[in-house]
C-alpha cells in the first residue's frame, strides 16, 4: 500500500523520440521497444512525423547560434521520426538514463548498453530524444502532440491508470 501510494506520486509523462538517424536504423525501433517493456513504461501515445526546417529551428530555438545548430535543424528536418508519450513513475529521469548522454563518445564509454551508447553515430545524430524535466516535457508534448492535454489526461486518465487499469 505505501509503495503504491509512493510510486502513484511520483507519476510522470515525457517524450521520447526516436530522430532521423534511429529511423534508419533497423535495429534502434526494437531496441527501443524492448527497453519500453523491460522498464515499465506504458505508451500513452506514439506518431510517425517529420519535420520541416521551421519546426526543427522552433523546437531548437535554445540553441541557436551554437556552433551545431544548423546541422541540427538539418538533420531534425531530413527524415521521419516516431515520437511517443510514456508514463511511469520518474519517467523524465528514468528514459533519459536508458537514452544515454548526449555526447555519442561519452555514451559509448560510461553507458554502452544505453540507446545513444549502442546505436548513436555522432554528437549530432544520436538516434533519440528524451525530455530533461518535467517542464520540458509538458512543453515538448505539446509541440509533438498539440492535440494532447497534458492536464485532461493528469485529471481523467491519470485516477485511473494508478488503479492498475
Ligand atoms: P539532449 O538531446 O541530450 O537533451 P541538448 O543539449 O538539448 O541534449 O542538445 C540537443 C541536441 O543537439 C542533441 O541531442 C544533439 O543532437 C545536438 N547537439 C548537442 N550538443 C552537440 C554538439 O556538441 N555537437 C553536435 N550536436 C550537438
Known amino acids: 500500500m505505501l509503495l503504491t501510494a509512493r510510486l502513484a506520486k511520483a507519476l510522470q509523462l515525457t517524450l521520447a523520440v526516436v530522430k532521423p538517424d534511429g529511423m534508419a536504423h533497423p535495429l534502434v525501433l526494437e531496441a527501443l521497444h524492448q527497453k519500453i517493456l523491460d522498464n515499465s513504461f ?22 541557436a547560434g551554437r556552433f551545431f545548430y544548423q546541422r541540427l535543424v538539418e538533420f531534425m528536418s531530413s527524415g521521419p521520426m516516431r515520437a511517443y508519450v510514456l508514463a511511469r513513475e520518474d519517467a523524465v529521469s528514468h528514459w533519459r538514463e536508458l537514452m544515454g548522454p548526449t555526447k555519442v563518445f561519452r555514451a559509448i564509454y560510461t553507458s554502452p548498453a544505453s540507446l545513444r551508447g549502442q546505436f548513436g553515430l555522432t554528437d549530432t545524430r544520436n538516434t533519440t530524444h528524451g525530455s530533461d524535466s518535467m517542464e520540458s516535457a509538458r512543453r515538448e508534448i505539446g509541440f509533438f502532440f498539440p492535440e494532447f492535454s497534458v492536464e485532461a489526461w493528469m485529471q481523467q486518465e491519470e485516477p485511473a491508470f494508478r488503479a492498475g487499469r
Not at 506504458?42 to 540553441?63: G, M, N, P, T
Request: include cysteine.
Open 42 to 63: 506504458v505508451i500513452v501515445k506514439c506518431k510517425d512525423l517529420a519535420w520541416k526546417k521551421q519546426d526543427s529551428e522552433k523546437f531548437y530555438v535554445e540553441h
